[in-house]
């Protein structure tokens, strides 16, 4: 999940605002993670699948 549809529990306004110290503190924290940080598991396996795949049809291209 990406942070900008994250809501505060603390001050209950979107985290991407930053209103509070608990929002600033998640949103810094959440920026940290990297770019597949915001990722979701099930897209992470579907984008390693695709990845496998793109891979066995370049190596069946390479040796057909």
């Known amino acids: 999940m990406t942070y900008d549809r994250l ?3 603390n ?3 979107p985290v991407t605002e ?3 110290p608990v929002c600033r503190a998640n949103r810094e924290r ?3 993670e990297g770019p597949l940080g915001g990722l ?3 897209a992470l396996l579907t984008l ?3 990845l496998i795949a793109a ?3 370049l190596a069946a291209h390479q040796t057909a």
Do not use: N
């Open 48 to 50: 390693l699948v695709v």
């Open 55 to 57: 891979v066995a049809l």
């Open 40 to 42: 979701s598991p099930v």
């Open 30 to 32: 959440l920026q940290q």
């Open 11 to 13: 001050c209950a306004a």
């Open 18 to 20: 930053g209103r509070c």
């Open 7 to 9: 809501v505060c529990a």
